[in-house]
């Protein structure tokens, strides 16, 4: 049934209203400091986990977390899940260093989102 496999869950994003007062829960958490550290983007490495903290996420639409699926090939598995009845929200684009992200949304309007590093 399946053309193209992923790669399983491996980044997950969280929308935060203050990155300033999050940062530190997170660290505390993952037991780590920040790999990436921008105003517009905070990211932790954690046990083959990647963690984001998007400030003002919710303003971008980001109403909870997004786990990113890994795929080799983001348009081939965009094809497969819209074919199988999802809905694109955001389409694939870069977004840094060869880095493509896209979500869907599942027929409950869960959001899954596709991540390819070329």
């Known amino acids: 049934m399946t ?4 790669q399983g869950i491996k980044t997950v994003l969280h929308p935060v209203s203050d990155v300033a007062k ?14 990436v550290d921008e105003a517009y983007y905070v990211g932790f490495e954690a046990a083959g ?6 400030p003002g996420g919710g303003q971008q639409g980001m ?3 997004v786990a990113y699926w890994h795929v080799p090939d983001i348009e081939a598995k965009l094809a497969e899940v819209t074919a199988a ?4 929200k ?13 979500t869907v ?14």
């Open 3 to 6: 053309s193209s496999s992923t």
């Open 22 to 35: 999050a940062k530190p829960v997170y660290a505390a958490l993952l037991g780590t400091e920040p790999q």
């Open 49 to 54: 986990q990647h963690i984001g903290l998007v």
């Open 63 to 65: 109403t909870s977390p």
């Open 85 to 88: 009845g999802a809905v694109v």
């Open 90 to 102: 955001e389409p694939a684009h870069d977004v840094g260093g060869g880095r493509l992200v896209a």
């Open 105 to 118: 949304t599942d027929p409950d309007g869960n959001v899954l989102g596709l991540l390819q590093d070329r």
